[in-house]
């Protein structure tokens, strides 16, 4: 049994413990491979870091910080930063990127809240008007606007009068009596008829203060008179009280009081003030740009004072000039030709043609035959206009509600159905990305755009096939 024990002796051998050296080295081993590998990870992770750091740099920081996490320091703090949506039932009919901007979600509604908030911040910077001091801003509007306008006073301490027509919706003067707001309706007319809505708010802002008199015969009288001034933009119109004047033994004493603390009237003229287009070229247009990283092909908006389409279009353009712009543009209204054979006209102009005394369209917000300021900034960018039906926006705004659960107003839906044209002109298919804006939801036009007894008497067919045809349709290209 010799190879037995010689057998036994091997194993026993083969397993004894390594030596003292051996060992050593192993362990050695095991930390440089260790430490080799946790250096390789953070390098790993500081190369990642430094990379997002350089991504991050190319994009400027958004003009409000997100709030998901922290407190907001009133209703203003609720205006602007609204999410992009991806519009599914569009894209995937499509084969591109359909995304809008959700407009909506302001606290006021609309997309209008953040030019109502700029042109309040912008008059309070130039000193044109003060907080609480019982000074009262004027506006014509048809609706919108006028809601914003009078959500923001409200917190900052002003009165308001809106001036609008007699044929928006009827939720929209609601509103606005429930903000507070002083409402005068009139009938819709041009703009070269004095008592056109803009045209009167222009001049009830310019009688502000004016309807104090005076008795010569009581010595405890006081005298107002109002001064007139326009804005450093010389669009916007303020009137303020002259200082008091008091009788006393026949001898005139002008009041010390604060000249700035004085009420004051302010025609805040969303049409022609600067601070419209600023509102989307500082805050809309770089909200777009940092949430699509950049990778934008096409901006599409209707335009009914210009300022969303020139700032946020102006803005696209100087970070990527190949970003193409378009308007979409309602019937009656003449921007379509403008854009298209520069002529501001619409057939619906015709003698004895139209429905309404306004832009001919059962869609508000959106439209008009005039040139504005905002207008002018916005038409050297301006690389294309669609037509839109009042049957295709009612067909678009039905079709968004069956099939992505969106319940939009009608210039939203007007957006959208210019945005479907877009691709269809361009032949887009994978890779491509159209954003355009959501104005504001539906909850504004339950009486006219959303009624359809009001659509049938006028005429305006109901009929959500149109846009499955339009979706199917071939492209131009």
């Known amino acids: 049994m010799a190879w037995t024990s010689k057998f036994t002796e091997s194993l026993f051998s083969w397993l004894q413990w390594p030596s003292r050296t051996t060992t050593r080295h192993v362990l050695i081993g095991v930390l440089i491979g260790f430490s080799f590998s946790l250096t390789s990870t953070s390098f790993a992770v500081y190369y990642q870091q430094r990379k997002k750091e350089r991504q991050i740099s190319h994009f400027a920081p958004r003009p409000i910080e997100l709030r998901s996490d922290e407190v907001v320091k009133g209703v203003v703090g609720l205006i602007g930063n609204t999410p992009l949506v991806r519009i599914n039932s569009l894209s995937d009919a499509l084969g591109v990127e359909i995304l809008g901007k959700a407009e909506f979600l302001n606290i006021g509604g609309s997309v209008k809240d953040r030019v109502a908030l700029q042109m309040i911040d912008d008059a309070e910077r130039q000193g044109l008007i003060r907080p609480y001091t019982g000074s009262r801003i004027f506006e014509g509007t048809v609706g919108s606007t006028g809601i914003s306008i009078a959500t923001i006073a409200r917190a900052r301490g002003y009165d308001t009068t809106i001036i609008m027509p007699d044929d928006v919706a009827e939720e929209k003067v609601k509103a606005l009596q429930a903000l507070g707001a002083d409402v005068e309706r009139?009938?819709?007319?041009?703009?070269?008829?004095?008592?056109?809505?803009?045209?009167?708010?222009?001049?009830?802002?310019s009688k502000f203060g004016q309807e104090d008199s005076i008795d010569a015969s009581d010595p405890s009288s006081k005298v107002l008179h109002a001064e007139t001034f326009h804005s450093p933009s010389n669009s916007v119109l303020v009137t303020t009280?002259?200082?008091?004047?008091?009788?006393?033994?026949?001898?005139?004493?002008?009041?010390?009081?604060?000249?700035?603390?004085?009420?004051?009237?302010?025609?805040?003229?969303?049409?022609?003030?600067?601070?419209?287009?600023?509102?989307?070229?500082?805050?809309?247009g770089p909200e777009i740009w940092r949430q699509t990283s950049g990778r934008v092909d096409a901006f599409v908006a209707g335009a009914g004072t210009g300022g969303t389409v020139a700032g946020t279009g102006q803005y696209l353009k100087s970070m990527n000039e190949d970003v193409y712009v378009a308007i979409a543009d309602p019937e009656g209204s003449g921007l379509y030709n403008k854009v298209k054979h520069g002529v501001m006209f619409d057939r619906k102009e015709s003698e004895g043609t139209k429905r309404?005394?306004?832009?001919?369209?059962?869609?508000?917000?959106?439209?008009?035959?005039?040139?504005?300021?905002?207008i002018e900034l916005a038409l050297p960018i301006l690389d294309d206009a669609f037509r839109i039906t009042d049957a295709e926006a009612v067909a678009m705004s039905r079709y968004l509600v069956k099939h992505d659960g969106?319940?939009?107003?009608?210039?939203?839906?007007?957006?959208?159905?210019?945005?479907?044209?877009?691709?269809?002109?361009?032949?887009?298919?994978e890779g491509k990305t159209i954003v355009t804006i959501l104005c504001d939801s539906g909850t504004r036009h339950y009486s006219k755009f959303w009624n359809d007894d009001y659509l049938r008497k006028a005429k305006i067919p109901i009929d959500p096939q149109i846009m499955d045809e339009l979706l199917q349709s071939p492209s131009q290209s």
């Open 186 to 205: 009139v009938r819709p007319a041009s703009i070269v008829d004095k008592k056109q809505y803009v045209n009167l708010a222009r001049q009830r802002a």
């Open 241 to 284: 009280l002259s200082p008091h004047v008091e009788f006393d033994t026949g001898n005139w004493h002008g009041s010390e009081e604060d000249p700035s603390s004085r009420p004051r009237g302010y025609f805040a003229d969303q049409f022609e003030n600067r601070s419209n287009f600023d509102a989307h070229y500082t805050g809309t």
């Open 356 to 374: 309404r005394h306004q832009v001919d369209t059962v869609v508000e917000g959106i439209g008009i035959n005039r040139m504005t300021q905002n």
């Open 406 to 429: 969106l319940f939009l107003g009608s210039s939203s839906a007007c957006n959208l159905v210019a945005c479907v044209k877009l691709v269809k002109q361009k032949g887009w298919t």
